[in-house]
């Protein structure tokens, strides 16, 4: 009998498989010939000559011809699907896929803006090892769902100039005292600047005496309480910061410029090969080497996700599924391309893409993953604009 069972279970596996590997072929044959416009953010010459390289490549290899729409801020996006809804355009929408993950996923879900769920899946799926990061089923706290589809990882570095500094600060404590011994060394970017407000939420998981509540809606915790350390920190910090404060830089990118121009004494980044990038071009100095605070920095996902009205679902499918491929997340993390850190599980792989991984090139100042050690989790997403609006209160000028 049990026999029996097992060989029923067998064959109903294979079926389950065969239909979705026919399924999967429907979608290549509805995606031939579809336009698909890729709503990404364009702030970056390297990110956009990856993506054209992917534009090119699912052309070649799927016949689907991708648009890159540049954008300066993905909410922009959010918004047009948004009003789109509100039109009654339910169907032909202008968007197909979105380069997203955070507040605005959660709005497009909250919303029923979503295509799927579709991302569990795409047959390079397989390759996703959800039980490796919280933060891809977890987009700052809101359920992925299937709903959006990984493509990269980022992780919060610091640089110094090793030729000026010898021992950088490795937390937050340590950095305040840094401050204060050096005034005038540290900045950081002015929220609600991404990396500006990621700078006040690693601030606020290393001073808060509650960080469970960080995890939850802020709605159900008791905000002053637990942000409390988080402004005392902050109010010792800032009169000793670049300018006393009184104003920040507005990116990464200045602050690596101030970093060269020796105005400053740390830079920070989401791209962990930042450093290394600028040296290759000659924009910081080859003693300029990234480092992560002793108990770890934030770090996420970043996602595709297809909005609800999309006229080319399958074609978005296609580019999603070509996105998680080892062909394209092993030329992704190359430091040369982006340097952008892969979603993919290296367990998962066959031993060819394992060692093209391993023969990656490694930028002069990038550190590896072993270095990089464990990233701490996104708060609640829900803390971004209340963490916003309270910092503009009481420091915007």
Request: no cysteine; charged share 20%.
């Amino acid at each position: 009998m049990l026999k029996k069972s097992l060989l029923v279970s067998g064959v109903l596996a294979s079926l389950i498989s065969t239909a979705g590997a026919q399924d999967w072929q429907d979608t290549l044959e509805e995606a031939k010939g579809q336009t698909v416009y890729w709503n990404a953010w364009g702030g970056s010459d390297n990110i956009n000559a990856y993506i054209d390289w992917i534009k090119s490549s699912v052309k070649e290899e799927y016949q689907v011809n991708l648009k890159h729409v540049k954008l300066a801020d993905t909410a922009d996006a959010v918004s047009r699907v948004l009003a789109e809804k509100a039109a009654g355009n339910n169907n032909k929408g202008s968007i197909d896929l979105i380069w997203v993950n955070g507040e605005n996923f959660r709005t497009l879900k909250q919303n029923n803006l979503l295509f799927g769920p579709f991302s569990q899946g795409l047959p390079n799926y397989q390759y996703i090892d959800e039980s490796s990061k919280k933060s891809l089923t977890q987009d700052f706290g809101t359920d992925v769902d299937g709903m959006e589809s990984p493509w990269g990882a980022a992780q919060v570095i610091f640089m110094y100039d090793t030729a000026t500094v010898s021992q950088p600060p490795k937390s937050m404590a340590q950095l305040l005292s840094y401050a204060e011994r050096n005034p005038g060394r540290i900045s950081y970017p002015e929220p609600p600047q991404f990396l500006g407000t990621t700078f006040l939420k690693q601030a606020l998981i290393e001073t808060t005496h509650y960080p469970t509540a960080l995890s939850k809606p802020v709605t159900q915790v008791d905000f002053d309480q637990v942000t409390k350390p988080l402004w005392a920190f902050l109010d010792r910090l800032h009169p000793n910061t670049w300018r006393s404060g009184t104003s920040f830089p507005s990116s990464s990118e200045q602050m690596m410029r101030l970093l060269d121009d020796q105005e400053i004494d740390l830079a920070l980044s989401f791209d962990v090969s930042a450093a290394s990038v600028q040296i290759d071009q000659g924009n910081l100095s080859d003693t300029v080497r990234s480092y992560v605070f002793d108990r770890g920095t934030i770090g996420n996902t970043h996602f595709v996700a297809i909005p609800y009205n999309s006229a080319s679902t399958a074609g978005a499918q296609v580019v999603a599924n070509f996105l998680l491929s080892p062909k394209a997340q092993i030329k992704k993390q190359d430091p040369t391309t982006w340097g952008d850190l892969s979603v993919l599980s290296y367990n998962r792989l066959s031993q060819q893409d394992k060692t093209a991984f391993d023969n990656l090139p490694r930028g002069i100042a990038t550190l590896t993953l072993d270095e990089l050690g464990e990233s701490l989790p996104e708060p609640h997403v829900s803390w971004v604009e209340a963490l916003e609006k309270e910092w503009r209160k009481r420091y915007a000028k």
